[in-house]
């Protein structure tokens, strides 16, 4: 039997909550079937820092600073497929909440309104990302192959995407696994 | 064939539909049990014809069926790629336009704008989001209206005006500006005689108006659209999806 390559597989999550990531590690005894045919590039897994070559990136969260454009363009250049996994990477999802309050009322009310948070001033450290005036989905940003809705995505529907798309199939998700929830 | 019909009847997609004068070809297709996917249409309420979800083709032309009459041997297409298509753009452009974040919705899972884009395959909202500042009023103690979520279907205003009585909801402005007001000096629905057991606090397809401390009472993962087709739940008459 002739070794096969592995797929190479990258993730990362953006303005996300890596919720959809946990549900990745989810499939629980399945990753040892997925690390059979995938081996991981950049992902929180690895701690690697940056995307090499890949067949497969997964996209979380929206894009909300000029460090998500970065990296989802770094991942966009690298990726043969991209996807954009859960309502955060599709809509923008719940931290798109604050598109329509003003940026600086959100920063006044995080960093200097709240009770015992007095002498504090807004961090603008030169090291932080610059925060845009709305959270954008990544498909806003650069061309998005496939999507995989839900807030998550539950193991067993990622795990389906997943085998559909490495096995060569078009991914298809059935009316129990389509959320948007 | 050859034995004269006992009544009139049409065809949509090649099943024969048998309708009663004055029927819309919506009414009929209900009846029969022929799902057309529709959004602003509830048969408790003159058609309204606004959210063209149910635009069907009867014999080569686009028509909305709700507001359609239904008349003999009309051929229509109904569950067709290319309408369901057409009818995913539409629902896609719906999502666009509002601030439609399930994951922080209450009527997540009963929501009937959600549910069509399942029966659609949506995967994504496709267009470019609008993320138009739209306001919530929770003024009123038992009801919030949450315009974030308003599709204009005018299903309140119908339920309002036709069976409460009260004409609380109106709409207003042109175009891209057309918007839900609340028939208030102040504008505020707390302002207007307006109650949670109003048939028009029922009928909104999606969570723009909401009961109030009723939220999770039936959790994420147990609600109508989680296990059920719209096409199956609309087929049944409509009853109320926040309870």
Sequence with gaps: MNEQR???????????????????????EKLFDLLKIIEFDRTPFTDIKHCGPCDIGIVEGGVSNAENVHVLKEFRKNCKVLVAIGACAITGGVPALRNNIDLWDC?????????????????????????????????????????????????????????????GREPKLDHEMLRYD | MGAP???ASIT??????????????????????????????????????????????????????????????????????????DRKALVQMLFVEGNHICPACEASGNCQLQAAAYYLEMQSPHYTHFYQPRAVDASHPDIFLDLNRCILCELCVRASREV??????????????????????????????????????????TGAILI???????PIGQRTFDHHNISEVQMKPLEPEHE
């Design chain 2, 212 to 218: 109030k401390r009723q939220g999770y009472r039936i």
């Design chain 2, 5 to 7: 019909a006992m009544s």
């Design chain 2, 12 to 85: 949509i997609d090649d099943k024969n539909v048998p309708f009663s004068d004055g029927q819309t070809i919506m009414d009929a297709a209900l009846a029969a049990g022929v799902y057309i996917p529709h959004l602003c249409h509830n048969p408790q309420f003159e058609p309204h014809g606004s959210c063209k979800l149910c635009v069907v083709s009867v014999n080569g032309r686009n028509m909305t069926a709700c507001t359609m009459p239904a008349a003999a041997d009309m051929v229509v297409a109904n569950n067709t790629p290319e309408l369901n298509r």
């Design chain 1, 6 to 28: 592995k797929i190479r597989l990258a993730t990362c999550s953006l303005a996300g909550c890596f919720g959809c990531h946990m549900s990745l590690l989810d499939i629980d």
């Design chain 2, 164 to 205: 409460d009585g009260k004409n609380v909801f109106g709409i207003s402005g042109r175009g891209i500006g057309t918007h839900l007001v609340v028939n208030a000096a102040s504008g505020r629905l707390g302002d207007t005689n307006f109650a949670a057991t109003d048939q028009a606090a029922q009928v909104c397809p």
């Design chain 1, 107 to 167: 920063f006044q009310e995080v960093y200097l309104y709240e009770g015992g948070l007095e002498g504090n001033q807004i961090p603008n450290d030169p090291e932080l990302p610059l925060p845009f005036d709305k959270v954008y989905p990544v498909y806003e940003v650069v061309k998005v192959d496939y999507f995989l809705p839900g807030c998550p995505p539950s193991a067993d529907t990622i795990w389906k995407f997943l085998t559909d798309l490495i096995e």
